[in-house]
């Protein structure tokens, strides 16, 4: 069998598991792939890997998979997350987007003195997020928590999880603050207006925290992030 189209699916899976389809799922495959019974379809549902399954009943409102083969291990993402402040729409998924590509385990939507945006869509952004994982080839999911404010997230915060934030004010502070692979991590990404002072003092103050600068030039939000996941996955990630 060979699986062209790769599905999200929450729902067990195993050797002969029946996978029920919702209509819009139904729509997907059989309408806009054009998919009959007998064709193969990747699964995964974030806890049981990733397993072929053929069509075994295909309609217009729904629809059977049948699990056959079990193709790849359960692989999770290292244990990092990326807290950010909501951008423009369009950005806001970019970021979301290339979180799940590049192994963010965990995406956390940020309220900053500075931050433009007030509200999210956290349905949207999780389903941004599925999408991302079946076109990347993960067989995780990140969550998308709902927007909170940094304050009362920093003032929760677990003493067993360092977290990095990333300053364009931090001249000279680089990645290798980081320190050794392995263990718990988040990273924060400060909002297109920066950090406010009193942010970056009680940032600074956690016994957890490291600041860390992302080179000589000022990026957009959407960048930053990308670029801070690369420097965390290449110092303390799954990165070989």
């Given at each position: 069998m060979d699986a062209k189209v790769r599905l999200f699916i929450d729902h067990p899976l195993g050797a002969g598991q029946p996978v029920p389809l919702t209509r819009e799922q139904a729509h997907y495959l059989f309408s806009v792939m054009r998919m009959t019974e007998g064709g193969a379809v990747a699964l995964f549902n974030g806890r049981d890997g990733e397993w072929l399954a053929e069509v075994s009943e295909a309609g217009k409102r729904g629809g059977t998979l049948t699990c056959v083969t079990h193709s790849r291990p359960l692989r999770m993402p290292p244990d990092v997350w990326l807290m950010f402040a909501p951008i423009k729409k369009a950005r806001t998924d970019f970021i979301v987007e290339k979180a799940v590509e590049m192994g963010a385990a965990r995406i956390l939507p940020v309220q900053t003195a500075f931050t433009n945006s007030e509200r999210i869509r956290q349905d949207r952004l999780q389903a941004h997020a599925v999408e991302a994982a079946?076109?990347?080839?993960?067989?995780?999911?990140?969550?998308?928590?709902?927007?909170?404010?940094?304050?009362?997230?920093?003032?929760?915060?677990?003493?067993?999880?360092?977290?990095?934030?990333c300053d364009e004010a931090?001249?000279?502070?680089?990645?290798?603050?980081?320190?050794?692979?392995?263990?718990?991590?988040?990273?924060?990404?400060?909002?297109?207006?920066?950090?406010?002072?009193?942010?970056?003092?009680?940032l600074r103050a956690m016994d957890t925290s490291c600041r860390i600068a992302l080179g000589p030039r000022i990026l957009r939000a959407d960048t930053a992030a990308v670029a801070a996941l690369t420097l965390w996955q290449m110092s303390c990630g799954d990165w070989a």
């Open positions: 079946e076109q990347c080839g993960a067989t995780y999911v990140p969550e998308v928590a709902e927007l909170q404010k940094l304050d009362r997230l920093l003032g929760d915060w677990p003493a067993d999880r360092r977290l990095v934030f931090a001249a000279g502070e680089s990645a290798a603050a980081l320190g050794p692979r392995g263990g718990k991590w988040a990273i924060l990404i400060g909002p297109e207006g920066g950090f406010a002072e009193a942010e970056r003092t009680r």
